[in-house]
């Protein structure tokens, strides 16, 4: 985990050129405390309407939440559905200038009505789809091929999110493919439900779930001996280099063509909310982790953490960067969860503070902790939503207090500071005061 941890902190900005089906999400909530006299069915008093990004769109929100930055290449309609798309992906930060806009097109639009009991407890009641996929003309296929080619240069990884709504096709996908791996940039694909995955030949990495995978292999896959020969017979029909078999609450399976499969497990037991753009999720951070150079199995574990996250909450929820982070610190314990440099700090702070938290800062040397300390900083955390402690090094404590203390040394000290359930988190200061590091 502290592997991952510090591959996660190193992350730049990585580019990243996605192509798939774009879809708008709308979601329908109300109040559903009654049964209709007309038949037995709930009746939905609506209280609120949400749009959010979904199918491919909801991967590139996935992909901005991790800090990198992603260029859109899909079609949409040239309807009021695709200029809300259009217009929140342009506000997240995506590049849009390669979304094709056709007349004769309409958005795809999947409508979910979530009902409410007692204003709390959301359910999904049932999901109207505005979906009339057709085959795209050849002139509009060679101009996403085109689209791809441009950004080449300028991206460090393809991703291929297919819902089969015909955006990409048998034939143009793996000559969109074939031009990336060419120019040395990998592909990383989340294939459609289809049992023909020829579509995806050459890519780096292929993420079906199970269900896909038996799909695409005609494999039931029941034990560790059937996964291995539905991932096998999926690198075979694709000629990928990895297959990635997503195993819901099992984790993942990671096949290389070079290399042993493996099982790779989730951090901890997940409790699943909604399954919807968990895919999505895992595909936006293999993504942008095969971008940073990580290696397979990294990329596959924290996507495991990633789509874990994303399963718990309601709906397509992206999930920041830093809250991979938070989560792979809780896994691996207090020290390694709480004690941090100026600079982690910093950000972990700023995203709080970007949340509306309330920061409470204390500060000492926390030589000889006792009850009276423990109180204290229990009281100052009540102050706000997390508090900081900075305890000085031994250095700046022996120039406070005189050359035989501290009695125990910094490291020491911060662990167990960290181990204190008021105390979010603890740095270690060098200079004579905390000024500095109030500054900062």
Same mark, same amino acid.
């Given at each position: 985990?502290?592997?991952?941890?510090?591959?996660?902190?190193?992350?730049?900005?990585?580019?990243?050129?996605?192509?798939?089906?774009?879809?708008?999400?709308?979601?329908?909530?109300?109040?559903?405390?009654?049964?209709?006299?007309?038949?037995?069915?709930?009746?939905?008093?609506?209280?609120?309407?949400?749009?959010?990004?979904?199918?491919?769109?909801?991967?590139?929100?996935?992909?901005?939440?991790?800090?990198?930055?992603?260029?859109?290449?899909?079609?949409?309609?040239?309807?009021?559905?695709?200029?809300?798309?259009?217009?929140?992906?342009?506000?997240?930060?995506?590049?849009?200038?390669?979304?094709?806009?056709?007349?004769?097109?309409?958005?795809?639009?999947?409508?979910?009505?979530?009902?409410?009991?007692?204003?709390?407890?959301?359910?999904?009641?049932?999901?109207?789809?505005?979906?009339?996929?057709?085959?795209?003309?050849?002139?509009?296929?060679?101009?996403?091929?085109?689209?791809?080619?441009?950004?080449?240069?300028?991206?460090?990884?393809?991703?291929?999110?297919?819902?089969?709504?015909?955006?990409?096709?048998?034939?143009?996908?793996?000559?969109?493919? !074939?031009? #990336?791996?060419? *120019? %040395?940039?990998?592909? &990383?694909?989340?294939?459609?439900?289809?049992?023909?995955? @020829? $579509?995806?030949?050459?890519?780096?990495?292929?993420?079906?779930?199970?269900?896909?995978?038996?799909?695409?292999?005609?494999?039931?896959?029941?034990?560790?001996?059937?996964?291995?020969?539905?991932?096998?017979?999926?690198?075979?029909?694709?000629?990928?280099?990895?297959?990635?078999?997503?195993?819901?609450?099992?984790?993942?399976?990671?096949?290389?063509?070079?290399?042993?499969?493996?099982?790779?497990?989730?951090?901890?037991?997940?409790?699943?909310?909604?399954?919807?753009?968990?895919?999505?999720?895992?595909?936006?951070?293999?993504?942008?982790?095969?971008?940073?150079?990580?290696?397979?199995?990294?990329?596959? !574990?924290? #996507?495991?953490? *990633? %789509?874990?996250?994303? &399963?718990?909450?309601?709906?397509?929820?992206?999930?920041? @960067? $830093?809250?991979?982070?938070?989560?792979?610190?809780?896994?691996?314990?207090?020290?390694?969860?709480?004690?941090?440099?100026?600079?982690?700090?910093?950000?972990?702070?700023?995203?709080?503070?970007?949340?509306?938290?309330?920061?409470?800062?204390?500060?000492?040397?926390?030589?000889?902790?006792?009850?009276?300390?423990?109180?204290?900083?229990?009281?100052?955390?009540?102050?706000?939503?997390?508090?900081?402690?900075?305890?000085?090094?031994?250095?700046?404590?022996?120039?406070?207090?005189?050359?035989?203390?501290?009695?125990?040394?910094?490291?020491?000290?911060?662990?167990?500071?960290?181990?204190?359930?008021?105390?979010?988190?603890?740095?270690?200061?060098?200079?004579?005061?905390?000024?500095?590091?109030?500054?900062?």
């Amino acid at each position: 985990m502290q592997r991952l941890i510090e591959l996660l902190e190193g992350f730049g900005s990585a580019r990243v050129a996605l192509l798939g089906d774009f879809m708008l999400d709308e979601y329908v909530y109300g109040n559903a405390e009654r049964l209709s006299p007309e038949a037995p069915v709930p009746v939905l008093s609506i209280v609120d309407r949400q749009k959010r990004a979904g199918g491919a769109a909801g991967v590139a929100t996935a992909i901005l939440a991790l800090g990198a930055k992603v260029a859109c290449i899909t079609v949409v309609g040239a309807d009021s559905a695709g200029d809300e798309l259009v217009r929140m992906m342009s506000s997240a930060g995506a590049e849009t200038s390669t979304i094709v806009r056709l007349n004769a097109r309409s958005t795809i639009v999947k409508t979910r009505f979530v009902g409410l009991a007692q204003h709390r407890h959301a359910q999904q009641m049932i999901r109207v789809d505005h979906d009339v996929p057709a085959p795209l003309a050849k002139k509009v296929l060679a101009s996403l091929r085109a689209a791809v080619r441009s950004l080449i240069d300028r991206c460090d990884v393809l991703a291929v999110e297919d819902y089969n709504k015909g955006v990409l096709t048998d034939t143009s996908l793996p000559q969109i493919i !074939a031009d #990336a791996r060419k *120019a %040395g940039i990998p592909v &990383v694909a989340d294939p459609a439900r289809i049992s023909d995955y @020829r $579509r995806y030949r050459g890519a780096t990495v292929l993420t079906p779930n199970r269900t896909e995978a038996e799909l695409a292999s005609g494999i039931n896959i029941t034990d560790d001996e059937s996964l291995h020969r539905a991932a096998g017979q999926i690198l075979h029909t694709a000629a990928a280099d990895a297959v990635v078999v997503t195993l819901d609450r099992e984790g993942a399976y990671l096949l290389k063509r070079d290399g042993e499969g493996s099982r790779i497990p989730h951090a901890r037991p997940r409790s699943v909310y909604d399954i919807t753009g968990a895919g999505d999720e895992v595909l936006a951070m293999l993504a942008v982790a095969t971008a940073e150079g990580c290696q397979a199995d990294e990329a596959v !574990a924290l #996507a495991n953490v *990633a %789509g874990g996250l994303e &399963v718990e909450q309601f709906g397509v929820v992206p999930i920041a @960067r $830093r809250e991979v982070l938070n989560e792979l610190r809780r896994t691996v314990g207090l020290r390694s969860g709480k004690v941090m440099e100026r600079k982690p700090l910093l950000a972990e702070l700023k995203f709080r503070r970007a949340r509306g938290e309330k920061i409470v800062f204390t500060n000492g040397c926390f030589d000889l902790l006792h009850v009276g300390h423990v109180r204290y900083l229990r009281q100052a955390r009540q102050l706000g939503d997390c508090l900081v402690v900075a305890i000085n090094s031994d250095d700046s404590t022996r120039r406070l207090k005189g050359p035989a203390r501290p009695v125990i040394g910094q490291d020491e000290r911060a662990e167990m500071l960290g181990a204190l359930e008021s105390v979010d988190y603890v740095t270690v200061f060098r200079e004579d005061t905390p000024v500095p590091l109030l500054k900062l």
